[in-house]
T-cell receptor, first 114, second 112 residues
């Protein structure tokens, strides 16, 4: 399975600022996703990162708040913009190459907004 | 009704015990099913896929009942290292074909 490097692993940020999270994969992958896991909650899909085009956002998530880039098949970024304490969460990137199989997750970014 | 529902536990069992987790899903058009394991403060990792015919991987057995929209995971001869949260995961269909939908997880604690 693919090996994912996700950075940063954690950060403490001031409200109103933005943080960009990077996800680097060691091989080309068809599908890349960004998830959020709030404390005590299950993972929720934020968006599908599409190579060379705009990301596809799930209900409740918008591009202005969570802009995503995917310049090639091995790299993606998620930005959490204009942060508030409610954005404190773990953000995970995930990749997959075949719909028949589950996905591999990055190690996550633990974000705390103060 | 939540899309994927699990008993949150915790399940506290002694080493060597057999423990079963259950999961139900609401979308009858769901295509693929998985169990993931998530250790504390770690990312989820795929434990096993779940097939209609049932499948086994060592001490782990997964079952799927499409008619009842029910998934199960059986762990035999529990080890201390099995302590983790087990996530029931369902893949959508159509517009959400790539979307994995996660249950909240069932916490397992195996005691000596």
């Amino acid at each position: 399975s693919a090996v994912i490097s996700q950075k940063p692993s954690r950060d403490i940020c001031q409200r109103g600022t933005s943080l960009t999270i990077q996800c680097q994969v060691d091989s080309q992958v068809t599908m890349m996703f960004w998830y959020r896991q709030q404390p005590g909650q299950s993972l929720t899909l934020i968006a599908t990162a599409n190579q060379g085009s705009e990301a596809t956002y799930e209900s409740g998530f918008v591009i202005d708040k969570f802009p995503i880039s995917r310049p090639n098949l091995t790299f993606s970024t998620l930005t959490v913009s204009n942060m508030s304490p409610e954005d404190s969460s773990i953000y995970l990137c995930s990749v997959g190459s075949d719909l028949s199989y589950g996905y591999t997750f990055g190690s996550g970014t633990r974000l705390t907004v103060v | 009704r939540k899309e994927v529902e699990q008993d949150p536990g915790p399940f506290n069992v002694p080493e060597g015990a057999t423990v079963a987790f259950n999961c139900t899903y609401s979308n009858s058009a769901s295509q693929s099913f998985f169990w993931y394991r998530q250790d504390c403060r770690k990312e989820p990792k795929l434990l096993m896929s779940v097939y209609s015919s049932g499948n086994e991987d060592g001490r782990f057995t997964a079952q799927l009942n499409r008619a009842s929209q029910y998934i199960s995971l059986l762990i035999r001869d529990s080890k201390l290292s099995d302590s983790a949260t087990y996530l029931c995961v369902v893949r959508g269909r159509g517009g959400s074909q790539g979307n994995l939908i996660f249950g909240k997880g069932t916490k397992l604690s195996v005691k000596p």
